[in-house]
C-alpha cells in the first residue's frame, strides 16, 4: 500500500530528529511527567523546591505543565491548586496587630488565674455557739478576724449571709487521702471567693497511704489561685477511719514533710499544720517550729493545751450557729489585729 505525501514528510521529520537529538525517542514521549498516583502518596499542592546539591536521579518531583489543569482523578475527587504563586487579597498592605498584645495580657505566672484584689471588709463577730464556753480574759471575741472551716457536712452554705455573720475567711475540705474529694468542694470554693471571703482548702491526711501520693491527689483537685489562702494539712487520728494505723512520732514527721514540701513547692506557700491536742502531745511537740499552726483548744486557751507552741489560727468550738449555715459549723479566729490580718493574708497570697 503507497503512502501519501504527507505521512511520508512526518517519518523524514522524526528521523531526522532522532539523528540531532541527544536523547533517544524515550525521552520525546516522556518529557511531561507522568499523572499517576497511589494511594499512599498525595499530589502536591504547590510545585517542589529544590534543594540546592546535587539531586540523585528519579528522586525529582516536577510541577504540573503550565496552563494545563492537574487531571481529576475518579477515585481521588478534585485535586487542590498550586497556591505558591497564587496571589493573596487584603484588606491592607500589612497585617494589622491586635489592640492588646498577647503578652500584655498573659499573667507573668501562667499557673495562677488572676491577679490579688485589694484589701476586702472585716466583719464583726455575730456568731452563737450551742455550747459556749467562757474563756474568761482570754476570750476569742477579743480578737478581730473571725472565720470558718466548712466541709459537705455543712451542705448548701449561703456563703454572703454566712460572710455578713463574721465569717472573713474560709478553710474549706477538698481532699481525704488520695482518692476521695469532697463533694461540695468545687462549689464552696468558687462561692466563697465569690462572696469575698479569703479562702483557702484543708487536706486531711490518711496514715495508711503514701504521702506523695495524698499530695498529688490535693494538687489535682485545688487550684492554685491568686489570694489563696496557704494550703493545709489536718493531722489527728479519727477513730471512724478504716485506717487503724498508729505510726511512730517521727515516721508521723517523716510522712508530713513528705507532703508538706510538696505542696510548699506547687503553691509557693508553707503549707498550715492543723491538729488537736492528743495528736499534738503524742507526735508535734518541738516539730516543724517554722511552720504555721492551727490549733483545736474548744475548752481551754491554745497556751494551756498546747504550752510553748506558737499559732496562727485557733479553732475555738466546734459547735457554732451562724445564719447561712443549716446546723452547727466550726469557729476560728487569726491571731491578731485586723492590720496584722491584712498583712499577713497579701503575703501568704500566692
Not at 99 to 122: K, L, T
Not at 153 to 182: C, P, S, V
Not at 300 to 326: I, M, N, T
Amino acid at each position: 500500500m503507497r503512502l501519501s505525501a504527507a505521512p511520508a514528510i512526518l517519518l523524514t521529520c522524526l528521523a531526522l530528529s532522532g539523528c540531532f537529538s541527544s536523547s533517544g525517542p524515550e525521552t520525546v514521549l516522556s518529557a511531561r511527567p507522568s499523572r499517576e498516583v497511589t494511594s499512599s502518596v498525595a499530589m502536591p499542592a504547590a510545585p517542589v523546591v529544590s534543594v540546592p546539591g546535587p539531586v540523585p536521579s528519579g528522586d525529582v518531583e516536577m510541577a504540573e505543565a503550565p496552563g494545563e489543569p492537574p487531571e481529576e482523578l475518579a477515585w481521588a475527587g478534585q485535586v487542590p491548586q498550586p497556591q505558591a504563586f497564587t496571589s493573596m487579597e487584603s484588606d491592607a498592605g500589612m497585617p494589622v496587630p491586635m489592640d492588646r498584645p498577647v503578652a500584655m495580657v498573659v499573667p507573668d505566672n501562667p499557673a495562677i488565674d488572676e491577679a490579688p484584689r485589694s484589701r476586702s471588709r472585716v466583719y464583726s463577730h455575730r456568731f452563737r455557739d450551742a455550747k459556749p464556753i467562757n474563756f474568761g480574759k482570754r476570750s476569742p471575741r477579743k480578737l478581730a478576724v473571725h472565720g470558718v472551716d466548712v466541709s459537705r457536712w455543712q451542705g448548701n452554705i449561703d456563703w454572703e449571709k454566712l460572710r455578713t455573720q463574721g465569717a472573713n475567711f474560709a478553710y474549706i475540705k477538698a481532699t481525704d487521702g488520695g482518692d476521695h474529694l469532697d463533694p461540695m468542694f468545687k462549689k464552696n470554693w468558687r462561692r466563697a471567693e465569690q462572696a469575698g471571703l479569703k479562702r483557702g482548702a484543708y487536706h486531711f491526711f490518711y496514715w495508711c497511704r503514701t504521702a506523695g501520693e495524698q499530695a498529688d491527689w490535693f494538687i489535682r483537685n485545688v487550684p492554685r489561685e491568686a489570694n489563696a489562702l496557704p494550703p493545709v494539712i489536718d493531722v489527728e487520728y479519727n477513730g471512724e477511719s478504716s485506717c487503724k494505723r498508729r505510726l511512730s512520732a517521727a515516721r508521723v514527721r517523716e510522712k508530713m514533710q513528705v507532703f508538706m514540701d510538696k505542696l510548699e513547692r506547687h503553691y509557693g506557700q508553707r503549707p498550715i499544720i492543723y491538729t488537736a491536742p492528743d495528736f499534738y502531745r503524742d507526735n508535734l511537740q518541738g516539730a516543724f517550729p517554722n511552720h504555721p499552726f492551727w490549733l483545736r483548744a474548744v475548752a481551754a486557751h491554745p497556751s494551756k493545751v498546747y504550752p510553748g507552741r506558737k499559732w496562727l489560727f485557733w479553732q475555738y468550738s466546734g459547735s457554732g450557729l451562724s445564719h447561712g449555715v443549716d446546723g452547727r459549723i466550726d469557729l476560728n479566729v487569726f491571731h491578731g489585729s485586723e492590720a496584722e490580718w491584712h498583712n499577713w493574708a497579701s503575703r501568704s497570697a500566692t
